[in-house]
């Protein structure tokens, strides 16, 4: 069905308004003003205001909505919404408040900044009303195109909802399949006479099907998902219901895709933010290096006034008279003057040994220093897709990687791995995450006698199927005014940190649907560093 503004126009008076909105029952006005005087109250729901909504009865869209979202918001309401009977206006038909509250909902959901998974749910469950339905989900491809994934759910049962969002149905089989190739919809009044029908589901939640319907959720002719409805009573659902159902798709669709404009932003962010790191690596490596430069100026100075040389020509006139010594340190004017000489130049040697030793250690620290730098974002900058990993492997990887650091810090590692269950990560960013929290850790111990160094890396699984790792350390602890900022780019309680490793962390883990928190008694109380993982979906 496509639907068109036909009219647009001004009224002269209140009288007129009324007379347009009575002449027939899919009439509706629009503007930026509320009616003056106001609207019998039937006829408010059919005056849809631009901007906020104040008065009740009222319907209302964003101050920046335009045409596209009036159609839709309209849409609601025409005669395919009610079914073959065009409902009146003293008595709407019994899907009417229903359809208001999801009309309602839409229009207040446009202007707010909650997370797709949230209205969605709300959608979903008023939708549930209106098509006396036990549940219903949206299932949108994961990453890797390989399976759908449960992006929304609602059930009369909330620990479905909870179970659902760990499970994953493969692509291209079943109805979810079927829905998706032909880009239509599809009623089954009974499950159990349905060829197409694919079980697995709802044997995995042992929550009974009898009856469903889906529709595909599409932008223009792209198919970004499946809206599907079920029920426990077989016939529950018919084909006049249809309609709604693309209508609700349609509305699902709106939230879909602002979240992947959001999702997108957040990725053009995160390339400025890389941008602007990088840039931070290279205003810090030059300083580095200016710092490199000053140090190698006072090793060049200091070897060009070395008294080398002189010790160079002293030992000469001691091969000169090698067989006369006696004669030449009694007799000889340079040999008495001699002594003194290799005294004051041995003297004035050990402080240009004591000195360059000193630049040479800061050049090299300076050098380690760039190396770090330069790693960590080279790290950053891999492109991983997420993958199923196996945790413990993971983790002795890391250690692996960090095995001379740790030895030559005399860090005793400590494994308490309680669970073996895989993770969906990037394996170069899950390595570096904990390349760079074992580092930290080791660094933090470093005022700690060799026997107290004990850094304790635990893996265990929480009621939520969540994987968590956990890195303790005992070493120097954080303030408590510095927890709320340590995954803050730039922000570091080292003298010669750089301030983004932390930060991140956070991001990879956040890209990787995880989550990364520090916990800390103060100081030196040690620091625990947690990842979270989500459970991994099982395929249905």
């Excluded at 009146?88 to 899907?95: F, K, M, N, Q, V």
Aim: proline share 5%; charged share 25%.
């Amino acid at each position: 069905m496509k639907l068109d503004l036909r009219e647009s126009r001004q009224f002269a008076d209140h009288e007129q308004r009324v007379a347009f909105l009575a002449a027939d029952a899919f009439h509706f006005l629009w503007g930026d003003d509320y009616p003056e005087p106001d609207l019998p109250e039937p006829m408010r729901p059919r005056f849809i205001k631009r901007g906020s909504n104040q008065r009740p009865g009222y319907q209302h869209l964003p101050q920046g909505a335009g045409e596209e979202e009036l159609l839709l918001f309209c849409r609601l309401m025409r005669q395919e919404s009610f079914g073959k009977t065009k409902p009146s206006l003293e008595t709407p038909g019994a899907e009417e408040p229903q359809l208001l509250q999801l009309l309602a909902l839409f229009s207040g959901a446009l202007g707010s900044e909650v997370c797709f998974e949230t209205i969605a749910g709300e959608l979903l469950r008023h939708a549930c009303n209106l098509f006396n339905a036990v549940g219903a989900v949206v299932l949108t491809l994961n990453e890797d195109g390989g399976g759908l994934r449960f992006a929304a759910s609602y059930s009369v049962d909330p620990h479905v909802s909870r179970k659902i969002s760990n499970l994953e149905i493969p692509t291209g089989v079943g109805i979810t399949g079927w829905v998706i190739d032909h880009k239509q919809s599809f009623l089954c009044h009974d499950v159990t006479s349905e060829p197409l029908f694919r079980p697995g589901v709802s044997k995995e939640l042992a929550y009974e099907i009898n009856a469903l319907m889906a529709t595909p959720i599409l932008a223009g002719d792209h198919v970004m998902g499946v809206l599907q409805f079920v029920s426990t009573q077989i016939h529950c659902f018919d084909e006049t219901q249809i309609p709604i159902l693309e209508m609700v798709a349609a509305i699902v669709s709106v939230f879909l895709e602002r979240a992947n404009l959001d999702s997108e932003r957040k990725d053009m962010a995160r390339v400025t933010g890389t941008a602007e790191v990088a840039n931070s690596v290279l205003h810090n490596i030059g300083n580095i290096l200016n710092s490199l430069m000053v140090s190698c100026s006072l090793v060049d100075s200091r070897l060009r006034q070395s008294k080398m040389p002189q010790l160079i020509r002293a030992h000469e006139v001691f091969e000169e008279h090698i067989n006369d010594l006696a004669d030449f340190f009694t007799n000889n004017p340079k040999g008495e003057i001699l002594p003194r000489f290799l005294l004051k130049v041995g003297n004035q040697l050990a402080k240009d040994h004591d000195m360059l030793s000193n630049e040479i250690r800061k050049i090299n620290e300076k050098a380690t220093l760039m190396r770090d730098i330069i790693e960590t974002q080279q790290t950053i900058s891999k492109i991983g897709g997420s993958e199923i990993q196996a945790v413990v492997q993971v983790i002795d990887e890391a250690i692996s990687l960090q095995s001379n650091f740790l030895e030559r810090h005399k860090i005793l590692i400590k494994r308490d791995f309680r669970t073996d269950k895989p993770v969906r990560a990037s394996k170069a960013k899950l390595i570096h995450i904990l390349v760079n929290l074992i580092k930290n850790a080791a660094e933090a111990m470093s005022h700690l006698p060799p026997e107290a160094r004990a850094l304790a890396v635990s893996l265990e699984e929480n009621d939520e199927g969540e994987v968590l790792v956990h890195v303790r350390d005992e070493g120097i602890g954080i303030e408590p005014d510095h927890l709320a900022k340590m995954f803050t780019h730039g922000f570091t309680t080292k003298e010669s940190g750089h301030g983004f490793g932390l930060h991140f962390c956070a991001n990879a883990m956040e890209e990787m649907r995880g989550r990364i928190s520090v916990h800390s008694d103060g100081p030196h109380c040690g620091t625990t560093f947690t990842l979270v993982f989500p459970p991994v979906p099982k395929r249905v």
